[in-house]
Structure formats: structure tokens, C-alpha cells
């Protein structure tokens, strides 16, 4: 049970890179371009930039990148590739777009949180419980079914890994954004 849940973290790890790498490049130019919704609040808010979400989608791509690299230089059970479970080189590509189709979910997830939490009225940067932190899981998940079903059955279908991120998410959350407060990237620490 436990290589379940820790194969599905190792899955995760560019959808989790990506939101706090969104920070670092945090952008100017938001992504509603400052349009607003029926409801007359913001689409998504002066939160969500352009730079950020690519940025995020690149902090996730380095990321992978990086642990395909580890999973075809040696090759295991719970630690494989995004890819190709065999451990051929040639498949590196394709184990890369799904560590991109993670990372655009996490990012688009990040967004969707903030669509709803400006619909509920909750203003930018106000404490979205887990409308900041499970999104992106929601999203990330969605996107790697949608694009790559097999990867999500092999990935993430199973119960351990699904009640692990669901509960552990909030927890790293919470910790990464007091470390990013901290460190004086984030204003607020949560
Ligand atoms: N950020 C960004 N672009 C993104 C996501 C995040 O520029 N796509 C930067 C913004 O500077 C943002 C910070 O990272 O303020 C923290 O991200 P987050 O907590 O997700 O945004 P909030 O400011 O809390 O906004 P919201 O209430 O909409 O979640
Ligand atoms: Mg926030």
C-alpha cells in the first residue's frame, strides 16, 4: 500500500512544484486582464498572472524533467517515469508532456480556486481553506485523465493515493506558505 501512495506523490510533485514556483515569478499583467464577472467582482483577481502560470508550468516542467531523468537513469518500481514504464530514453517526449499536462492542470486548478472564491466574495489573497489547496489536486488529476487515462488509472486510481493527497495537500500547503512568508515572498502566510 505504502509504494501506492508514494508513487502517486512522486506523480504529484510537478502539479505541487508548480503552484510556489507561480509565487517566484509571481507577474504583473493578470490574467482576467481585469475584466470582471455578471456579478460585478473580478474573474479571478490581480492574484492570477500570466507570468505566473507560465512560470508555475515551468517550475513543474523543471521538476519532471528532473525525475525522468532519475527514473530512466535507474530504473524502479516506485520512483518510474512519467511515460513509458519501460526504461527507454525514447520515451523521455512523451513522459515530458504529461509532466506538462500536470503542471498546466495544477496551474488552471490554481485559477478555477480563485474563480470561486471571488464568486463566493472572498477578495484577493483572502484565506480560501481549501479552496486554495484542493483545485489544483482536482484539476491536475482532471487534466492527466482526460490527456492520459492509463496514466491516471496506473498514477492516482487507487484509495490510499487519493485519501494521502487529498488530506496531505492542505498540510504542505499550509507549511510551503508560512516558508514562503517567511522568506518574504508571500505577504501572508497563508
Ligand atoms: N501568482 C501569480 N500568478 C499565478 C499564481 C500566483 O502571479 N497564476 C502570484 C501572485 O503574486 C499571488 C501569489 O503568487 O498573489 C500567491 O498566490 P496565491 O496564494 O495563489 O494567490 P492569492 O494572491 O492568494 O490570490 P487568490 O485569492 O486569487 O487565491
Ligand atoms: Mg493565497
Known sequence: MIDYVLRALWYMLPAYVANPSAV???GKIPMDLGRKFVDGRRLLGDGKTWRGFFGGILGG???G???NIIAYSFPNE???PFGRFGNSWTYLGLSMVVVMILSIGSMTGDAAGSFIKRRIGLERGEKGYLLDQWPFVVFSF???YVFFPNFFVHAFWNLPAFITIFILTPMLHRIVNIL???LG???VPW
Open 24 to 26: 517566484i515569478f509571481k
Open 78 to 80: 516506485i520512483f518510474p
Open 65 to 67: 524533467l528532473i525525475q
Open 185 to 187: 515572498r508571500k505577504e
Open 142 to 144: 482532471l487534466f492527466a
Open 180 to 182: 514562503g512568508y517567511k
Open 61 to 63: 516542467c523543471l521538476i
